[in-house]
């Protein structure tokens, strides 16, 4: 009998608030903001028509990050939207084989790759919470938060910006108050986040390897580091002053710009406290994740099979965080 194949989806929670201009502060508070953007982009896609945003307009050096939904959908009575964001795919475009022979045809011949994700945005509370089920290789978080902010700002002309709050278990300022001396880092990310990521973070973690990522073609790039040598007593450990300000520069980055916590698969850290004990921070761990394991099968799960799967677990989390 064949084993059934099981496939994990990581679904992640955040909320987002947006600050109005000031002609707009008496008629439009940040929850209204947010309510009008979600209702405009559904009645666009109704409509049959779409909005193109490219997160790296302003970006001579970068490639384009075109986003568009192709899927919105408001749910009155719950108070919820489901949406799909499409990023239209750059660089090398795979090739189709023709079913029955072994010739290939060029995809562009039929259109845009695109890879998507699935979001859900509650606007049922003032906080408007989002869960956002992870796609490596699709929209993330900051394109979704960019998206959002972007259309509120220069369609909507409502906002004139957005702050986005990652929610985790453990608090990055509890990890900057205790963290006294870096004993070890594990870091791991996807090549294809290099040129995402923070660029101060990118030098102290990642410098050169944008060649190697170019070159072998790796799936992942890892960084670890140990600074504690085994059979050594506590007090006669030196502090790693340049390991420590270095994580307490990457915690400072976080959580002044939480979407950055998106781009790392892992980002691990051992640490002494003020009383020398051994600590630890997990980036990932920490934050609130919910897994759900589905049959794999050869179709995509839809929107509203996503939805659907998820749908207790976001409505229990945002009774916890409201």
Do not use: W
Not at 87 to 105: A, D, H, M
Not at 150 to 178: N, P
Not at 230 to 250: C, L, P, V, Y
């Amino acid at each position: 009998m064949a084993k059934t194949k099981i496939q994990e989806l990581k679904y992640y929670f955040y909320s987002i608030s947006f600050k109005a201009f000031a002609d707009k502060r008496q008629t439009h508070n940040d929850h209204k903001i947010c309510t009008d953007t979600l209702y405009h982009l559904s009645n666009i896609k109704r409509q049959g028509k779409g909005l193109l945003k490219d997160r790296n307009e302003n970006r001579s050096k970068s490639p384009k990050r075109e986003l568009f939904l192709s899927s919105a959908t408001i749910m009155p009575i719950e108070r919820r939207a489901r949406f799909t964001m499409a990023l239209i795919r750059k660089g090398r475009r795979p090739k189709i084989k023709k079913k029955g022979t072994f010739n290939l045809e060029s995809i562009a011949n039929l259109g845009e790759v695109v890879e998507v994700t699935h979001f859900f945005v509650d606007f049922g509370t003032d906080k408007n919470f989002i869960c956002v089920e992870k796609n490596h290789n699709g929209p993330n978080i900051a394109d979704i938060e960019y998206y959002l902010k972007m259309v509120a700002r220069d369609d909507l002309q409502l906002a004139r910006t957005a702050d986005l709050i990652v929610y985790m278990d453990d608090t990055l300022d509890s990890a900057l108050e205790k963290v006294k001396n870096v004993l070890s880092f594990n870091i791991k990310m996807r090549p294809s986040n290099l040129d995402l990521i923070n660029e101060q973070l990118k030098t102290q973690f990642f410098n050169g390897f944008d060649i190697v990522s170019k070159v072998y073609r790796p799936e992942f790039l890892r960084v670890e580091a140990f600074f504690k040598k085994q059979g050594r007593r506590d007090e006669e450990r030196k502090q790693n002053k340049i390991a420590t300000n270095m994580f307490n520069k990457a915690l400072n980055v976080f959580k002044k710009d939480p979407t950055e916590t998106f781009y790392y698969d892992q980002f691990d850290v051992v640490f002494e406290d003020g009383t020398g004990n051994e600590d630890s921070f997990n980036l990932l761990k920490d934050k609130k994740i919910v897994t759900k394991k589905i049959e794999a099968t050869e179709e995509d799960i839809t929107l509203k099979e996503s939805y659907n799967l998820i749908a207790e677990d976001f409505s229990r989390i945002v009774q916890e965080l409201k």
